[in-house]
């Protein structure tokens, strides 16, 4: 078992949903982003989630104006991961 309080900073995953267009998660202590990163894609089909005020994930935020910037700092962190290869 792993010592409770030790959590890595920020889990990145990416699926293959239709070749060549990649859905990727991005996940934090306190959110998780989920969307198609390819701005092929006109539509990113996006969820985003508070996971401290909603663990159940019942809740998206993604077109919420309000957490526009969560979004994009989220997205950013996913970028800079794509680039690192």
Known sequence: MGE?????????????VCVP???????????KLIYFMDERVQ?????????????????NLYGRAEYKGIVKGLEA???KWDQAG
């Open 21 to 31: 267009f990649i859905r990727v998660m991005v996940r934090t202590k306190e959110w």
């Open 4 to 16: 409770h309080g030790l959590w890595k900073k920020r889990v990145m995953y990416e699926q293959n």
């Open 43 to 59: 539509d990113k089909d996006g969820a985003l989630y508070n996971l401290k005020d909603d663990p159940g994930e019942t809740q």
């Open 77 to 79: 962190l996913a970028e």
